[in-house]
């Protein structure tokens, strides 16, 4: 297990590198002049030049290549254009709000769409099963800032049950945290909970026609025992892999339900970093991306030995 884990950590190594020199590349290549954004509209040929090569930005293109590369391997991500705040320093900032909403959103994913694929597994075809289907459908359908806009509208601006917009951490109380990240929560897991749910249902429904599944009801287990000891144990390996897959992509998510509920997390970093042609931070956000996507890859690949011990590595 041990050597497994170092080879797949090793194995990263490249595939971050080879991440890196494409997003520096795909910037650079891209039309926009963040001098330009921040010297504004009036500003002078010769102003454009000084801030072009304060920022470095006059070298050739592979200079700031070795140079943002060098920088890398010693662990600085490099320093905003615009604010001049070492990018580290502005990711820690960002970072508290997008781990709650993602957090949240996965316990709501885990706590809700099992049990529906459960019951949908249940009785394949029956009036439950193609209700939740079809709930599952419309979690897919509706996008992301549909819902949320919904939410908003019914109960931040009808109902006044919750606050519009913002973000308040632990420390300020349990409610004063939790309120603010309920919609936000609920309109990011619509499309988890149905990729979860039918994935779950698929699974078990596949896993209850095997021999083991006709032995424990003939020795007059109930069928509740069935489908959660045997059924759903069984089938958690493609579970976990959608899981673990509707993770990593909730960084597209978030950053749409972010700027909508005005949460100072990763994702309006991301907004904000785009529109003001902010490459440091731009490749810095990226580069955790990828990484939060490999570790949670590797996260997925070792769940599959504690529910399958046939599995090893």
């Known amino acids: 297990m041990l050597s497994y884990l170092l080879k797949r950590l090793l194995a990263a190594v490249p595939v971050m590198l080879m991440v890196a020199v494409i997003v520096f590349a795909m910037l650079r290549l891209t039309p926009g002049d963040p001098a330009a954004i921040l010297a504004g509209d009036d500003a002078t040929a010769e102003q454009l030049e000084n801030i072009r090569r ?3 930005l006059d070298q050739p293109v592979w200079v700031q290549l070795g140079t943002w590369l060098g920088n890398l391997l010693r662990g600085d991500l490099g ?6 705040t070492p990018v580290a320093e502005m990711i820690g900032d960002r970072m508290g709000p997008t781990l709650s909403l993602a957090g949240w959103t996965l316990l709501l994913t885990v706590i809700v769409a099992i049990p529906m694929g459960v019951l949908a597994a249940y009785r394949p075809g029956r009036l439950l099963d193609r209700l939740i289907m079809s709930l599952s459908v419309l979690g897919f359908s509706v996008p992301v800032f549909v819902v949320a806009y919904i939410l908003i509208y019914l109960f931040a601006l009808e109902l006044r049950w919750l606050p519009v917009q913002g973000y308040r951490p632990l420390a300020d109380g349990l409610w004063a945290h939790v309120s603010r990240l309920i919609m936000p929560t609920i309109a990011l897991s619509g499309v988890y909970v149905a990729l979860v749910a039918r994935m779950t249902r698929s699974s078990i429904i596949e896993v209850m026609g095997e021999d083991f599944i006709r032995t424990a009801r003939a020795k007059g287990a109930k069928d509740s025992t069935v489908l959660v000891r045997h059924a759903l144990r069984n089938a958690a390996v493609p579970i976990v892999t959608v899981i673990g897959v509707g993770v990593a992509s909730l960084i597209t998510g978030v950053v749409v339900t972010e700027s909508v509920f005005n949460l100072p997390g990763l994702g309006r970093l991301v907004v904000e970093a785009v529109l003001a042609r902010d490459y440091p931070v731009i490749q810095g956000l990226i580069l955790l991306f990828s990484f939060t996507y490999i570790l949670i890859n590797l996260i997925v690949d070792l769940l599959y030995t504690v ?7």
């Open 307 to 313: 529910f399958n011990p046939r599995i090893s590595y």
């Open 79 to 84: 320093t905003s254009l615009l604010s001049g």
């Open 54 to 56: 304060s920022m470095g």
